[in-house]
């Protein structure tokens, strides 16, 4: 073995391979989420990887040892050869998820992908009152879930809901777990608004204060001993409000791998918000090399990366130093220590966002919803950076 295969083995033996593929296959979106995770400005690229490039991706991903494939957007049932995609990928040997609103899930559709051999859906909600959920996407959607909660449910797939928390309906969280009951879901997941993409733009108006998130926490408690086996309820409480962060995706180019619409190849949903990094394309590079020799994705590895108090903190092992996009977002520096840590130089911006939480500022700042025209201008007059510029003056 010569030497550059030697140095390709010892690369090998120290990153492990990706074990869960995100196929983000468009942003194009029937909702208008005022908290959805895409890019604000992904109205400036509308490109799509084809069929075959899909293909492709799912192969080498599946070569490398990825078990879980996931189809995301924006809405991956306006893709017209998603039941395509879903049956190579089940003959591949993946374990296959649909994430989805719903819209565009017709029965003979529904049909066509258990057909393909679909393993899993997960539908979304956001909010159990027809005029919130509207609402909250812009759209005239409630009724038309409550029909795809039922034909999922006649298609004997597990009923996995999704419903994303935030100020406007945590108190309504025992009647989205009312609704969910009777819908006969058997995993809710009840999951808090975290501040990326649009839900960064909106975060004045959607971060909860700490008595709502208690009331919600005391509720999700009471109705899990109520309820039982019969819903398992998963509540994901938002890092704002924890002292200690996540491993965001159990560390960057650890296990997680996303493939976005046109192409990029990322270590997490949000990672493109990060300046100074380029995002290889699968059009360009190997998975393999991606994944192994790619720049972005050795940016983070590891602790070389780390500044104090994580370099030398006993916990980094277990976090990970936190989430670099929520570095960037809250100090202007994705290398800076997660702000959600108390023990972060950067804590106090953090707290002192939550303890200035007025309830009028909802009626001061209209909500930003998600369409291609509010990307076009957010993206024209450089919104996101203004954030991240406004949180880092603000912590000095």
């Known amino acids: 073995m010569d030497m550059p295969q030697v140095a390709e083995q010892q690369q090998k033996a120290t990153i492990a391979p990706p074990l869960w593929l995100l196929a983000e296959l468009t942003y194009r979106c029937p909702l208008h989420c005022v908290f959805c995770y895409n890019p604000v400005d992904y109205a400036s690229n509308l490109n799509e990887l084809s069929t075959d490039q899909w293909i492709s991706v799912m192969r080498q991903a599946r070569e490398m040892g990825a078990a879980q494939l996931g189809f995301s957007g924006g809405e991956p049932l306006l893709r017209d050869d998603l039941e395509v995609l879903v049956a190579e990928g089940r003959q591949l040997g993946f374990y296959t998820n649909l994430i989805t609103s719903g819209v565009g899930l017709k029965r003979e559709r529904l049909a066509a992908l258990r057909d393909a051999g679909l393993d899993h859906i997960q539908l979304s909600f956001q909010d159990s009152t027809r005029e919130m959920n509207d609402f909250l996407t812009h759209t005239k959607t409630f009724d038309l879930k409550s029909r795809v909660a039922a034909m999922i449910r006649e298609f004997e797939y597990p009923m996995v809901l999704n419903v994303v928390l935030h100020r406007y309906n945590l108190d309504h969280i025992e009647r989205i777990i009312e609704m969910a009951d009777k819908m006969g879901v058997e995993y809710l997941e009840l999951a808090n608004t975290q501040y990326y993409g649009w839900g960064l733009i909106n975060r004045e108006q959607l971060l909860p204060d700490r008595a709502q998130?208690?009331?919600?926490?005391?509720?999700?408690?009471?109705?899990?001993?109520?309820?039982?086996?019969?819903?398992?309820?998963?509540?994901?409480?938002?890092?704002?409000?924890?002292?200690?962060?996540?491993?965001?995706?159990?560390?960057?180019?650890?296990?997680?791998?996303?493939?976005?619409?046109?192409?990029?190849?990322?270590?997490?949903?949000?990672?493109?918000?990060?300046?100074?990094?380029?995002?290889?394309?699968?059009?360009?590079s190997t998975v393999h090399d991606i994944w192994y020799h790619s720049d972005a994705f050795n940016k983070f590895r590891g602790d070389d990366w780390m500044q104090e108090p994580c370099r030398t903190c006993p916990e980094k092992e277990r976090d990970f130093g936190g989430c670099r996009c929520q570095a960037l977002a809250l100090t202007g520096n994705a290398a800076n220590?997660?702000?959600?840590?108390?023990?972060?130089?950067y804590h106090h911006v953090i707290t002192e966002m939550i303890g200035r939480q007025p309830t009028t500022v909802v009626q001061e700042k209209p909500l930003v919803f998600r369409n291609d025209a509010n990307s076009r201008r957010l993206s024209a007059d450089g919104a996101t950076s203004a954030l991240a510029s406004e949180n880092k003056m603000s912590s000095l």
């Open 337 to 345: 220590a997660d702000p959600v840590c108390d023990k972060s130089p």
């Open 213 to 284: 998130l208690q009331r919600a926490e005391a509720a999700v408690a009471r109705y899990r001993e109520k309820i039982g086996n019969r819903m398992r309820i998963l509540f994901v409480v938002p890092d704002y409000f924890e002292k200690r962060p996540k491993a965001c995706m159990n560390g960057w180019g650890s296990v997680f791998l996303a493939v976005s619409a046109d192409g990029s190849a990322l270590p997490c949903h949000a990672a493109k918000t990060i300046p100074g990094l380029q995002f290889p394309q699968v059009t360009e």
